[in-house]
């Protein structure tokens, strides 16, 4: 029992009790969640998963894995399983970290008149590098990439990009980027004020500028599918996927959406929540786009799956807790050095449910999958 429910009496009798399935393993968690939780009262257990095995060349995950997935929606781990068995008969699957987009913070500068902004925007342009040493000082391991501004009316955004090293990063970035806007403002009289969101990180929005600029990782993760495969696996004419899929995409940009995929809202959140990353991260995925050339002859599809932006880490923030670490020594991606194979398997795990979901919607068994795994 914390002691913020023991000495206040406003909290829920149900609390006060210390019987609850929240409160259970308290004292294992109480101290290690100090750093990621306030007024703690319990853990609230999402059911884990595992989907795989699925054969993976890539230039950080090589071999067999099995990936797990935390989630309550029925139906998730079988379908990337089903993705994953697709893709082993086919060869397995190549993916490659394409862009290393770091982490950005965005602070506004504030002029009193629009060439005051303009002179200011043009001289950080020309030289930012006296900005390194000022920002890089707060960390031991996070190192700046750039260092990007843009005028509107009487006002800069200026967006800062470092590489967080195997954390997101987010903290780290931010602290780094207050110390460097706060040189800015005393290097720069005529900055009236400034504030530190400015609008253009990108951070936990599916934003435009992260596809073009990057943040966190770019990833794409490719497979050949035979045919018969596709065929035997899910039932599925493989010439109909693109077909399909472009009706979607055309569609879904229609009503305002800005990618081609369907599933990676359910696969990459259950893969965070597993391994104790920031979940709100997983939206800043949502650009991603499935890529097609299928081919006639041979009855082959070469499908690519390109994230432009994943963000996680394999140190600090919530993946020290005991059971997100175990889940990523699960697939051997806990500690320094490992954040760009996880990425890369979290890119697999998202393809093989992308290939399963058109798959099914492909055969007309995407609803009746839902309702035979939810009767079971």
Not at 174 to 190: C, V
Not at 238 to 245: R, S, T
Not at 332 to 349: D, M, P, R, T, W
Not at 353 to 374: K, V, Y
């Amino acid at each position: 029992m914390t002691r913020q429910v023991d000495k206040d009496p406003a909290y829920p009798e149900l609390l006060r009790s210390g019987n609850t399935m929240l409160q259970r393993d308290m004292a294992d968690y109480e101290a290690l969640s100090a750093a990621n939780i306030e007024n703690y009262i319990g853990t609230s257990r999402v059911p884990v998963g595992i989907a795989g095995p699925v054969d993976v060349h890539g230039d950080h995950a090589k071999g067999r894995f099995f990936i797990p997935l935390a989630t309550t929606e029925g139906t998730l781990v079988a379908s990337t399983s089903r993705g994953m068995k697709v893709i082993n008969e086919c060869g397995g699957v190549r993916v490659k970290v394409v862009r290393n987009g770091g982490i950005q913070r965005a602070p506004v500068f504030e002029f009193e008149t629009i060439d005051d902004a303009f002179e200011f925007n043009t001289s950080l342009s020309e030289d930012w590098s006296w900005l390194v040493p000022i920002m890089e000082s707060t960390t031991s391991h996070g190192t700046v990439l750039d260092v990007r501004s843009w005028q509107m009316g009487r006002t800069v955004c200026v967006r800062i990009s470092m590489d967080p090293g195997d954390a997101s990063g987010q903290n780290m970035v931010s602290i780094a980027s207050q110390r460097g806007a706060k040189a800015i403002a005393r290097k720069y009289p005529s900055i009236s004020r400034f504030r530190m969101g400015g609008g253009l990180s990108g951070e936990k929005v599916p934003a435009n500028i992260n596809s073009l600029l990057g943040r966190g990782k770019g990833v794409t993760a490719s497979v050949t599918i035979d045919g018969d495969v596709m065929r035997r696996i899910t039932r599925a004419d493989i010439a109909n996927i693109p077909l399909h899929q472009q009706n979607y995409a055309n569609f879904s940009m229609w009503g305002g959406n800005q990618n081609t995929h369907n599933s990676l809202a359910n696969t990459l959140p259950a893969m965070y929540i597993a391994t104790g990353q920031d979940v709100a991260a997983a939206v800043e995925s949502h650009r991603a786009n499935n890529l097609f050339d299928y081919d006639h002859e041979n009855e082959k599809l070469h499908w690519d799956l390109h994230i432009p932006n994943i963000t996680a880490g394999t140190i600090g923030g919530g993946t020290t807790l005991p059971t997100q670490r175990e889940c990523l020594e699960l697939i051997g991606c806990y500690g320094s050095g490992k954040v760009n194979k996880f990425v890369e398997l979290c890119a697999v795990a998202a393809l093989a449910n992308e290939i399963s979901f058109w798959g099914a919607l492909c055969a007309h068994e995407w609803i009746d999958a839902h309702a035979d795994l939810r009767n079971r």
